[in-house]
């Protein structure tokens, strides 16, 4: 004969511990789940070296992600960086790296080199750059480390130098890349930020030919960017649709890097 | 309502931590009076036992995906009270100022009553609708540091970049104090009481037949 199991009602203390064990159950489990999360993420594999590297590869989908949500949501070429007034500029200014500007270099012998998309390239002086319409720049220059520094810039925008030199074709592509001479220091720029309008390749600061330090002869100011994009002495620029070789997104930084 | 307490708990943590690595990179804060530096945040011993030092990148990388988390967190708690109609039990009413100097009398073995409370007392209702403030406070000044130039008005809102950068980082000092305090209360207040923030339910002793007492199903 079997035995005929008798379904007591529960006492209230029962009650108690059944959910008090089932609540911290699930509580612990989730715990335990959440914790396991964090240790895939910390251990993540590092991203295969390409455009970007040096960063766990879902904090990198993450901040291209994240990138995709910002440029189009409150990106606008009209919200201009705030300006100052030229006395509020800084006499020395800071001065962080040298990387692809080491030395000196001689102004006159200095060409920037375009490379058009028909494959021509064009092999621009100084002083055709200097016989533009110069803008002039008093804004805060904000550095990724978390310093930032009112500082006086002048030079031509960005977009003036792709009308001048019949670059439009080219501006309708998706990123511009810059270079140095020597190739050691590279930044990739989403073209509406290049063509923002306080977007200048400067070749003054404080109303002085730039000093060697300070990227002579020409150098790009870019206020919708960190100080990394912000490239000492152009050598070289060219034009993609797809992005540019850039020297601190392949040092784990986020390759937009906008403010 | 639980749910995002806890869910905050782990997520607030790594973006202290994470944003101690972006801090690092330029740590320029103490607290200095009349010339004198009391407090240099932080010291180099502090940095080490952490391992904190030459990590800006990863920890831009972290804070910049948590953000997310702790932002959508946030914003599920404040909708949650706000639909259920929860928020009337925790936002201060005229009474709290006054009633929150009881608690903190009673609290500190001062005065021998506690006033009468709901599920929050005052002193309750008062931190912790400032904590909830402060987490909008930290969205807000992390937006403007974040993207200074697109939410211009944010910026000009704390008073300039630097303020901006300035508040965040207290409101962070802010939330390391809170918690300490927050810790001592819950050990005084008991097991019952932490029972209640895991489980949802809290036992009420009544006349030495325990009742279970559903206080928050959710």
Redesign the interface.
């Known amino acids: 004969m079997k035995k005929k199991s008798i379904k007591k009602p529960l006492t209230t203390e029962q009650k108690i511990r059944r959910r008090e064990f089932l609540s911290f159950g699930i509580f612990g489990a989730l715990g335990v789940a959440a914790y396991s999360g964090w240790k895939w993420l910390y251990h993540a594999p590092e991203e295969a070296a390409g455009i970007t590297a040096g960063t766990r590869q879902p904090l990198r989908r993450a901040l291209n992600k994240t990138e995709l949500f910002f440029r189009r949501l409150t990106f606008n070429e009209s919200h201009l960086a705030k300006t100052y007034p030229v006395s509020m500029a800084a006499k020395t200014v800071r001065h962080n790296s040298d990387i692809g500007s080491e030395g000196d270099i001689d102004t006159a012998v200095w060409k920037l080199e375009v490379k058009k998309l028909n494959g021509q390239k064009l092999f621009i002086g100084f002083d055709e750059i200097k016989a533009l319409p110069k803008t002039d720049l008093v804004f805060d220059f904000k550095c990724v480390e978390g310093w930032d520094q009112i500082q006086h810039w002048g030079g031509v925008t960005f977009a003036e130098f792709v009308k001048h030199f019949g670059l439009q074709t080219e501006a309708k592509l998706g990123y511009v890349g810059l270079m140095t001479p020597d190739k050691g220091y590279y930044v990739g720029i989403d073209m509406p930020s290049a063509l923002h309008p306080q977007t200048i390749l400067a070749y003054e600061m404080n109303g002085q030919p730039l000093a060697a330090q300070h990227g002579k002869p020409l150098r790009l100011i870019i206020p919708v960017k960190y100080g990394i994009k912000n490239l000492k002495r152009i050598g070289s620029i060219n034009f993609s649709d797809r992005r540019p070789p850039d020297y601190w997104a392949e040092q784990g930084y986020d390759y937009y890097s906008g403010l | 309502m639980r749910w995002t307490h806890?869910v905050n708990f782990?997520i607030l943590g790594?973006m202290i931590w994470s944003g101690l690595l972006?801090?690092w990179?330029?740590d320029?804060y103490t607290i200095t009076i009349f010339g004198h530096t009391f407090v240099r945040f932080f010291p180099q011993w502090f940095y080490d036992t952490l391992h904190i030092p030459q990590r800006?990148?990863?920890g831009?990388?972290?804070h910049?995906?948590f953000m997310?988390f702790f932002a959508l967190n946030g914003l599920c708690y404040v909708l949650y009270t706000l639909i259920t109609g929860d928020w009337r039990q925790l936002w201060p009413n005229r009474y709290s100022l006054k009633e929150a100097w009881q608690v903190l009398l009673h609290d500190l073995r001062i005065r021998k009553t506690a006033p009468p409370q709901g599920k929050y007392n005052a002193a309750q209702r008062i931190a912790y609708s400032a904590i909830i403030l402060m987490g909008a406070g930290s969205v807000f000044t992390g937006l403007a540091i974040y993207?200074?130039?697109?939410?211009?008005w944010l910026?000009w809102l704390m008073g300039g970049?630097?303020l901006a950068?300035i508040w965040h980082f207290m409101l962070t000092i802010g939330y390391v104090l809170f918690f300490m305090v927050h810790v001592v209360q819950v050990v005084f207040a008991g097991w019952n009481n932490f029972?209640s923030a895991?489980?949802?339910?809290e036992?009420i002793d009544e006349q030495s037949?325990?009742?279970?007492n559903e206080k928050e199903k959710h």
């Open positions: 806890w782990p790594i972006i801090y990179a330029n320029v800006l990148s990863e831009m990388a972290f910049f995906l997310w993207k200074p130039v697109q939410f211009y910026v970049y630097h950068r029972r895991v489980a949802g339910f036992v037949k325990a009742v279970l």
